[in-house]
């Protein structure tokens, strides 16, 4: 059973709606992710918080807006999206040290598969 | 500009044959190089990793070689078997980021019973 769980599993929403995508980390790290998965495409890294900042924000539209309210949580806000925003959404968490190296590799939740309508 | 390129974009192996996936890289900055497993529904997987400092790694059946004057590192399935088949992902970090990793495309292996 995955250490990273996110919610909702699926989700359909309209242009016009706001929607939040929710994930949570029981590992005990300190760092923590928001990637985009499109079909025949790499990984695209969104956003990572280390110790609870942001320390990343990777050119990403600001229709797509992070929250980390501890190192356990991390949500994702949505609104306006457009279809081409319709993917599966991947949250991952990791411990970093306070020279920003990796300590533990990447643990992934199983994604929220998103559609934008 | 794609940093790690992968191939072949999908496999069909026959089971009890060998899976070979390739990756090669640009940044010479890269000393951590992961490959990752994903099946369907689920996220990815760390299966190996490996850093520059050794050509060959090998857990089970899955093998990592290391080409580092080529900047390529390449995945080895040795005996494949139906659950094996799941996209695999190579991934690269270093330099000034070392938690950022840079993925691959993935690969799509279906292993035939």
């Known amino acids: 059973e995955t250490g990273v769980t996110q919610t909702p599993r699926h989700l359909v929403m309209g242009m016009t709606n706001k929607k939040s995508l929710k994930c949570e980390q029981h590992?005990?790290?300190?760092?923590m992710y928001w990637y985009k998965q499109s079909a025949k495409k790499p990984l695209e890294l969104m956003f990572v918080?280390?110790?609870?900042?942001?320390?990343e924000n990777n050119s990403v539209p600001s229709r797509f807006s992070p929250e980390c309210p501890n190192s356990s949580h991390l949500f994702l806000h949505l609104h306006t999206l457009q279809p081409e925003d319709s993917a599966l959404y991947l949250c991952?968490?990791?411990?970093?040290?306070?020279?920003?190296?990796?300590?533990?590799?990447?643990?992934f939740g199983n994604g929220t598969r998103l559609t934008v309508t | 500009q794609q940093q790690v390129k992968q191939s072949p974009q999908s496999l069909i192996v026959q089971k009890g044959g060998i899976s070979i996936i390739n990756c090669a890289y640009e940044?010479?900055?890269?000393?951590?190089f992961p490959w990752y497993q994903q099946f369907p529904g689920k996220g990815p997987a760390l299966l190996i990793a490996?850093?520059?400092?050794?050509s060959e790694k090998k857990e089970g059946r899955f093998t990592i070689s290391f080409n580092k004057s080529a900047k390529q590192f390449s995945l080895h399935i040795m005996d494949s078997q139906p659950g094996d088949s799941a996209t695999y992902f190579c991934?690269?970090?270093?330099?000034?980021?070392?938690?950022?990793?840079?993925f691959g495309k993935g690969t799509l292996l279906t292993v035939n019973p």
């Open positions: 991952a968490s990791s411990q970093v040290s306070l020279r920003g190296t990796y300590n533990s590799p990447l643990h």
């Open positions: 590992l005990g790290h300190n760092a």
């Open positions: 918080y280390s110790l609870e900042e942001r320390v």
């Open positions: 940044n010479t900055a890269f000393d951590y």
């Open positions: 490996i850093r520059p400092d050794v």
């Open positions: 991934a690269a970090s270093g330099g000034g980021s070392n938690y950022k990793l840079t």
